[in-house]
């Protein structure tokens, strides 16, 4: 997001303790700095797309579990910290993501999963300037998705891979230095919402047809549901 908006001639103000960042006023050549953003604004934002995405994706799930004859169920409820790995109990595990503290937070922050998923942010990163560098490559280097050497659909790969403008030295140095900021501000990127978060979840399962048959009417379950078992695992119908 902090890309976007200096791609878009925008920046931040740190709305929550009322202060510009400083050394915004550098940069007032690529962003309009006397008319930035509510940071909390940008951040609440954010975490609304990503909602929306994580449930739009389970809800496709939902329609191809339909598809191949599976019961399925989107329901959310589960404690998220808990499920990743910052319950603080050792006997709840989770999925191992890290996590960390501060007394500036009311919860714990997750970050990721060291060496499968890891946020750009620390610890996973020295610093701000540093993930965002890391984020930077992985959108324009070798295997990104505007790299022109990445492989892709089109009759002209190279050309489309390579429309996007690439980030310059200055760019990167912009939203190094609002990163940097929130990171130092709050103790952790990004400020007011989780690093990591989770949901939605969907789960998977075979449907018991004798149950349905016998506590509910015709059409209680597909005909997809109905031939799973001799289509997908070839047992007489």
């Keep these: 997001m902090l890309c976007f908006l200096v791609q878009n001639g925008a920046c931040l103000v740190d709305d929550v303790n009322g202060s510009p960042i400083p050394g915004i006023e550098r940069f007032a050549d690529l962003v309009d700095v006397e008319n930035p953003y509510p940071l909390s604004f940008v951040e609440q934002f954010s975490l609304a797309e990503v909602t929306a995405e994580l449930s739009t994706a389970c809800y496709a799930g939902m329609l191809m579990l339909q598809a191949l004859g599976l019961g399925g169920w989107m329901f959310d409820g589960i404690n998220a910290l808990s499920v990743l790995g910052a319950s603080g109990d050792p006997e709840v595990p989770g999925l191992g993501f890290s996590f960390q503290t501060d007394e500036r937070w009311p919860l714990p922050n997750v970050t990721g999963l060291p060496g499968v998923f890891e946020g750009f942010c620390p610890p996973h990163y020295p610093d701000m300037g540093a993930a965002v560098e890391a984020f930077v490559q992985r959108k324009f280097g070798a295997g990104g998705p505007f790299n ?24 990167v140095e912009c939203v190094s230095l609002m990163a940097q900021y929130v990171f130092d501000r709050f103790g952790r990127f990004p400020g007011t919402v989780p690093s990591m978060f989770m949901l939605t979840y969907l789960q998977a399962h075979h449907l018991d047809l004798g149950f349905y048959d016998h506590h509910f009417g015709p059409g209680a379950y597909l005909d997809t549901h109905r031939e799973h078992q001799r289509a997908w695992h070839g047992e007489p119908g």
């Design 148 to 171: 022109p050497g990445t492989p892709g659909p089109y009759r002209d790969n190279p050309r489309v891979r390579g429309a996007g403008a690439p980030h310059d030295a200055r760019f």
